[in-house]
């Protein structure tokens, strides 16, 4: 990359060292949400369209791209900034929990739905987020976890077709 | 191969060989589930502790193994031998559905697991499949689908991690 700048124009290069400069120093963290914002509010918590009743909880910002991309979500965000992990020190109070009480307090909220990776500290987070929201009524859902949509079943890992299996759904033939 | 059966004693490859030949004439397919047997029924539909009132139908016989290798099911089997696939010229008269059929007609069967890829042809399966059984009134389900458990949320498919998200279930924080 240095190489590449040294050949430009000094001018080009100057340019593209204050936008940098400039968007390290714009792009803040969202006072609501703690997704990455120009604003003190970001473009998701800001839209009106969005569906303000459903949050999802996401470990990080990675999560949220992820999820847009797919364009099969139309509520809200709370990053979390991480999951609770003993062995690296992470407690909840190193995590967006308090704020999170916060707007379920403040906002119209209807359900929130852990969208956190089932790993051992991931699904110690949901336990630990679902007891403490428990008094609030809100309705708590995780997202689905089972064998891969297009894989192949004989090539699941064996912890996956384990649970898939235990953790099997009714079938419902829709009409037609 | 053929050169270490070469370096072999005469009598060790002999005896090989026979083996080979005995096992290729005695294994069969399981009159019920079609399972490889080497009886006229298999070891699991012989097994009076398996739960003969669930049925977990599979594609294939590796699906068997990738299940038993979970220690998570104790019903039986049935095996398809393949999923609908026009395109390879796979039709429902090619599967073993209608011996499916039979064994609902005869057992008492309370439960039919799909324990089938979740691949286009494999949804079609399961909807053909569920769609013929409905009048039997027998219990229908599939295997959990979604992130992989243990699964880092942000490099599941994009296909995955939307359905994941349509798909998503309720959570209970279990007494404790």
Do not use: W
């Amino acid at each position: 990359m240095v190489l590449h700048l040294l050949k430009q124009d000094q001018e080009v290069v100057k340019r593209f060292a204050d936008d940098i400069r400039t968007a390290r120093e714009d792009i803040q963290e969202c006072s609501t949400c703690f997704n990455l914002s120009d604003d003190e509010v970001c473009s998701i918590c800001a839209d009106s369209r969005r569906d303000g009743q459903v949050i999802c909880v996401v470990e990080g910002i990675r999560d949220i791209l992820a999820i847009e991309e797919t364009h099969q979500y139309r509520g809200l965000y709370h990053v979390l900034g991480g999951v609770i992990s003993p062995i690296d020190g992470i407690g909840p109070e190193n995590l967006h929990i308090q704020e999170l009480l916060e707007r379920l307090d403040r906002d119209e909220v209807k359900e929130v739905i852990m969208a956190i990776s089932p790993t051992i500290e991931g699904e110690t987070t949901i336990y630990y987020l679902s007891k403490l929201l428990q008094s609030t009524g809100v309705r708590i859902s995780t997202i689905a976890r089972g064998v891969s949509f297009g894989g192949e079943l004989e090539y699941a890992d064996e912890v996956t077709l384990g649970r898939s299996i235990l953790a099997r759904v009714p079938y419902s033939v829709s009409e037609d």
